[in-house]
């Protein structure tokens, strides 16, 4: 160890504690191998308040048997309404065709991930600065912040759009939609009367978003247009201000929600996407190197898919992984070079879908938007037929 330069050398290590790096120990926990979860931030991290869970979601978390007590925390939603209130159009998309969704809190699930994995499985702390192949083990060596230098014989990079793991891969960096959103959540002590559905309200450039969660809990976000380069106060009384202004001509039932949001759920950001084209091209692994969740495929929230594909992820990985312990996989490059194979194509489309759907949404010139219908029409007619993907049994 000491020739290596290392304090220590773990099996796999998996750099992120959010959803998907949560999830993946997980799956590998219920295959009977072990990891370490590297996390940054001192206690577990629920930024985005919460995500719609889609069909396909659903299979990955009941394969990674958190599923049953997932479905006490929210209700299951029965719609989609979206209304244009400057046209005074609307449309409704029944869910029951389509199968189960609900909106969950981001804290219900990585605590439920957190709670189903062993005692001490994830390091909070743990601020990675760096990634390196050691000349003398070929092992990938991560440095820390404070100094200490941890070897791991396989390293899964699950530390979102920013990942250090993905630019020792050579990836890209994620680009930034014109699209900001400022997301929170809302209690209603005595009841809200909402119905359970995930209901969009658009007025020109910008789109309010609510799904309810329980009877007494609201998700909810606002879509705005922004430059690319703009920055955020994270301040969250601006955030709350700043909504309150762009939902001036909604409903008061919408000003209300906002009004007596909980402060500590905002958030306001710019939203990111890796596009298809570096994803369909790039290099998701070097040696026993890869990378999961938004570090290899961070997308818009159009298709509501983000979180859902980084959990499908954690499954594959799981799976492959896994087979390089009971002797169906001959080493851990093979493995993921399975996993990679798998997931590639899955990602290409949702990212591509994503990707289209924001240019109809944005403020793009008219003959960008007719190419973009016309390639929807041709590649994805049926536009819910990604929430039917199975990522297999673990």
């Known amino acids: 160890m000491e020739s290596s330069g290392c304090d220590e050398i773990q099996e796999i290590v998996i750099v992120g504690g959010g959803l998907c790096g949560l999830a993946t120990a997980l799956a590998l926990h219920r295959k009977g191998v072990e990891s370490v979860v590297l996390e940054k931030s001192e206690t577990l991290r629920s930024e985005g308040a919460a995500i719609g869970v889609l069909p396909n979601g659903w299979k990955a978390l009941d394969q990674l048997g958190v599923a049953s007590h997932l479905r006490t925390t929210a209700l299951p939603l029965q719609g989609m309404r979206i209304t244009w209130m400057d046209k005074g159009n609307e449309k409704f998309t029944p869910y029951k065709n389509i ?164 402060l500590d759920s905002l958030s306001f950001a710019h939203l990111k ?4 084209w570096d994803l369909m091209f790039g290099n998701f692994r070097e040696k026993t190197v890869t990378v999961a969740g938004d570090a290899m495929h961070v997308m818009g929230p159009f298709l509501g898919q983000g979180g859902s594909s980084g959990i499908e992820d954690a499954v594959v990985l799981g799976i492959n992984l896994a087979k390089t312990i009971n002797g169906s996989c001959f080493d851990h490059e093979e493995a993921m070079d399975q996993y990679i194979k798998e997931r590639k194509m899955r990602v290409v489309k949702l990212a591509t879908q994503s990707y289209l759907t924001a240019l109809l949404i944005e403020n793009r010139p008219m003959l960008t938007k007719i190419v973009v219908v016309a390639v929807m029409a041709i590649f994805f007619r049926n536009q819910s037929a990604h929430t039917q993907y199975d990522c297999g049994l673990l």
């Open 99 to 262: 199968g189960e969704v609900r909106c969950l809190k981001r804290s219900d699930i990585v605590e439920t991930f957190a709670d189903a994995l062993p005692p001490k499985a994830i390091r909070f702390g743990c601020d990675i600065v760096s990634v390196e192949m050691d000349p003398i083990t070929s092992l990938p060596s991560l440095l820390l912040s404070n100094g200490k230098r941890i070897g791991a014989k396989v390293l899964i990079g699950c530390d979102g759009w920013r990942s250090i793991v993905a630019s020792f891969l050579g990836l890209k960096p994620a680009k930034t939609f014109r699209t900001c959103a400022i997301r929170g959540l809302t209690s209603y002590p005595n009841g809200h009367s909402f119905p359970l559905e995930f209901v969009r309200l658009i007025i020109g450039q910008t789109a309010v978003g609510r799904l309810p969660i329980t009877d007494k809990l609201v998700h909810w976000f606002v879509a705005v247009q922004q430059g690319t380069d703009a920055k955020f106060p994270q301040d969250t009384q601006f955030i709350k201000q700043r909504a309150m202004e762009a939902v001036s001509g909604h409903p008061a039932d919408v000003q209300e929600m906002i009004e007596k949001c909980d």
């Open 273 to 276: 996407y890796r596009a298809p």
